[in-house]
């Protein structure tokens, strides 16, 4: 049986779901060892293994701060071991989901083990990406892929082509990286599912994307992540309350402060400006929280609270600026445009936006702020257009969106 039949056909009766059995035997593996791996005498083995189910908890949760305590105990274990090549590869990896760029470069740089194999060759060109270098990083995902066909590589390619408007050839290497997939490997498959209904919820396709976000959840039940995704669909449906109720739903097992201002954000919509300010000020505090832990993550995320959320055009600036320091793009070049034009300042907005334009990406929600923009700084057939181009993409864009 294919995976894709696999997914399709539903999970085998159990007593907990994917998710549940997942994190259960991430657990036990914790606690065979607990903090006794670091300690000498130890193997390469021992240790590998243990930071590696830290660093699969906390992704699976979605535990920034898990993410960022673990990486004292990835050093202190890579100085324990004679081979810490994998180690350096799982430094890497930590520090790009924390958007911390340069060290994730360094790493690969300084460490040919962990660069010259395929899960960090595809990291190389995920940096790439994220510093709006496409064609390199296309060039890398291609060279991947013709030496192994592997999966990564396909849905990083796949996601070029998303962003640059070709949906059919992105739709195709998602299902091709799929195919790369084994039986055991159902939250891979789930993620690409996901990223198939972003796909098409990103032209308008509601009944499609609902159709993929449904296959990620019977291939990997559970998962909050994918209720995240349902909610998102809900919400822009208009089925607000229902959206409500899933995100509520997801914060008490999952409290990330994007989530809360996403909820606060549909209270506004919903005209229920008590739970709104509750979820907003939740969310400030957790952006602020990991903050002052040293945290980089949410520079993007502070960037768009200040300016859709909690409207502050200043901070909104100062945010985006920080956040553009580290990886500029399309972007992170948009989300100063759009911040600048909430501290009043339409034709410095105009020329970012004109730089986020320029990176070739076709995306409706990015050409509907370009059009807003392009408007204040009284440019009406640049603005005109970029309207027109938004609705061509997606007919049904919607007033509530989540940043992906």
Same mark, same amino acid.
């Given at each position: 049986m294919s995976l894709a039949q696999v997914a399709a056909a539903g999970p085998a009766a159990a007593p907990a779901t994917e998710f549940a059995g997942e994190l259960a035997r991430i657990e036990a593996t914790i606690a065979s060892s607990r903090d006794d791996a670091l300690v000498a005498p130890t193997d390469t083995e021992t240790v590998t293994i243990y930071l590696d189910a830290r660093y699969r908890r906390a992704m699976?949760?979605?535990?920034?701060?898990?993410?960022a305590r673990l990486e004292p105990l990835i050093v202190r274990g890579i100085a324990l071991i004679p081979h810490p090549g994998d180690l350096h590869l799982l430094r890497a990896r930590l520090a790009f989901h924390l958007h911390r760029l340069a060290d994730a470069a360094r790493i690969l740089d300084a460490v040919a083990p962990a660069r010259a194999c395929a899960e960090g060759e595809v990291l190389l060109a995920?940096? $790439?990406?994220?510093?709006?270098?496409?064609?390199? =990083?296309?060039?890398?995902?291609?060279?991947?892929?013709?030496?192994?066909r592997h999966w990564g590589?396909?849905?990083?390619?796949?996601?070029?082509?998303?962003?640059? #408007?070709?949906?059919?050839?992105? $739709?195709?290497?998602?299902?091709?990286?799929a195919d790369e997939l084994t039986a055991? *490997?159902?939250?891979?498959?789930?993620?690409?599912?996901?990223?198939?209904?972003?796909?098409?919820?990103?032209h308008g396709r509601h009944a499609d994307a609902a159709a993929h976000y449904a296959r990620a959840a019977r291939a990997y039940s559970g998962w909050w992540l994918? $209720? *995240?995704?349902?909610?998102?669909?809900?919400a822009?449906?208009?089925d607000r %309350?229902?959206?409500? =109720?899933?995100?509520?739903?997801?914060? %008490?097992?999952?409290?990330?402060?994007?989530?809360?201002?996403?909820?606060?954000?549909?209270?506004?919509?919903?005209?229920w400006p008590g739970r709104a300010r509750s979820h907003l000020v939740q969310a400030r505090a957790g952006y602020r929280a990991s903050i002052r832990a040293g945290g980089v993550h949410y520079y993007h995320h502070l960037a768009d609270f200040y300016a859709e959320a909690m409207v502050d055009g200043a901070k909104a600036v100062d945010w985006a600026r920080r956040d553009l320091a580290l990886r500029e793009n399309c972007s992170t070049q948009a989300?100063?445009?759009?911040?600048?034009?909430? $501290? #009043?300042?339409?034709? *410095?907005a105009a020329e970012w936006m004109d730089r986020a334009l320029a990176s070739g990406v076709r995306d409706a929600h990015l050409f509907a702020q370009a059009a807003a923009i392009f408007a204040a700084a009284g440019l009406p057939e640049k603005s005109a257009q970029c309207r027109d181009e938004s609705r061509a993409i997606n007919p049904r864009l919607s007033r509530f969106h989540v940043h992906r």
């Open positions: 699976l949760t979605g535990d920034l701060g898990a993410l995920d940096l $790439d990406v994220q510093h709006g270098r496409w064609a390199r =990083a296309a060039a890398r995902y291609e060279a991947i892929i013709a030496k192994g590589a396909l849905a990083g390619l796949a996601y070029l082509h998303f962003k640059t #408007g070709d949906a059919a050839r992105a $739709d195709r290497l998602y299902a091709e990286a055991k *490997e159902m939250r891979s498959y789930a993620a690409l599912e996901l990223q198939r209904g972003v796909l098409d919820l990103a994918v $209720d *995240e995704h349902m909610a998102e669909l809900l822009v449906e208009g %309350a229902g959206a409500a =109720a899933l995100y509520e739903r997801i914060l %008490a097992a999952v409290a990330r402060p994007e989530l809360h201002q996403l909820l606060g954000q549909l209270y506004v919509l919903m005209e989300a100063l445009a759009w911040a600048l034009l909430r $501290d #009043g300042r339409p034709g *410095e």
